[in-house]
């Protein structure tokens, strides 16, 4: 029975996720990680003694949540006892779908990158605004073309980062997987920078680099789908940016799309695509949301394959 639960937990999460959206904050997990992670002021120490104690806290955290999330889910299996009956099966399945849910984010992630395009049809400025609600990067001095590239961009590396790998770590180690995943996430999305956070965010930063490895190719062969020939070309775009694993899906996106994209200075992707215009934020989602199908079931298949005969 747990070979199905797992599965089907997917397909609620994800159901819940496109009609509902995310729950409120105060009930939100990722929130109440932010907070924790909100907690340490470690950069002013000394660069040995920051690395550590960002380690620590990252672990005391990583343990925390995947004790939690172990407890839930052990909690459900033995009031349930899926193997009785159907029924059982399918309640349980809700229920972890229901606390998965919130470990991944994907129509937050698609109705920001929408609105991005719709605040260029406003004014440039405008745009610039909205999309400084995704990035960590200077967008005042974008161009149109430059603002849709970082949307893009966004989309493709977050359809990793709040999407497949949650499943997939969930589909390897269940709710406890997905849980620390997202911890990891979070905790290099608030100290994994090249500033005063350096030393102690190394660690977390790190983590989650190594999370992310294999969930990041797994994203960009989704998106690529049956476009096989462009292997060779996603191999070697992938390695342009600074990160590890981004390259990946955003690489993946540029050449699906026959699009340039770029972080002026740091990186340039699919050189000889073309700049992106207005319509291609609209064709990144559709390419996105097919990808997220693809990779969703494939990593629902991993799921079953994994516990087959229990």
């Not at 747990?2 to 009930?27: C, I, K, N, Q, Y």
Request: net charge positive; with cysteine; hydrophobic share 55%.
């Amino acid at each position: 029975m747990l070979s199905l639960a797992l599965p089907l937990a997917m397909a609620v999460a994800l159901w819940v996720d496109r009609r509902f959206g995310e729950p409120p904050t105060w009930a939100h997990p990722v929130v109440a990680m932010g907070r924790y992670l909100g907690l340490f002021r470690l950069q002013r120490l000394p660069a040995p003694l920051a690395f550590v104690g960002g380690a620590l806290a990252w672990a005391l955290g990583a343990v925390a949540v995947a004790l939690i999330a172990a407890w839930l889910q052990g909690w459900l299996w033995l009031q349930l006892q899926p193997a009785a009956a159907p029924w059982r099966m399918a309640a349980l399945a809700g229920l972890l779908g229901l606390l998965l849910k919130p470990l991944l984010a994907w129509r937050m992630l698609a109705d920001e990158v929408a609105a991005v395009e719709a605040a260029l049809a406003e004014s440039l400025d405008a745009g610039r605004a909205r999309l400084a609600r995704l990035v960590s990067r200077d967008v005042s001095a974008l161009s149109e073309a430059e603002v849709r590239e970082a949307a893009i961009e966004t989309l493709a590396e977050n359809l990793n980062d709040s999407v497949i790998a949650p499943l997939f770590w969930f589909a390897l180690a269940g709710l406890p997987g997905a849980a620390v995943y997202r911890f990891a996430n979070t905790a290099d999305a608030m100290w994994g920078y090249r500033d005063e956070r350096e030393w102690s965010g190394k660690w977390a930063a790190r983590a989650d680099d190594v999370l992310s490895w294999l969930p990041a190719r797994l994203t960009a062969l989704a998106l690529l789908g049956p476009r096989l020939g462009l292997l060779p070309a996603l191999w070697r775009e992938s390695g342009r940016t600074p990160s590890p694993n981004g390259g990946w899906p955003m690489a993946a996106a540029a050449l699906c799309l026959g699009l340039s994209l770029a972080k002026p200075g740091v990186y340039r992707l699919n050189a000889g695509g073309r700049a992106p215009q207005a319509q291609d934020l609209t064709r990144a989602l559709a390419l996105c949301r097919r990808g997220l199908l693809a990779g969703s079931a494939a990593l629902a298949l991993l799921a079953w394959a994994l516990r087959s005969g229990t």
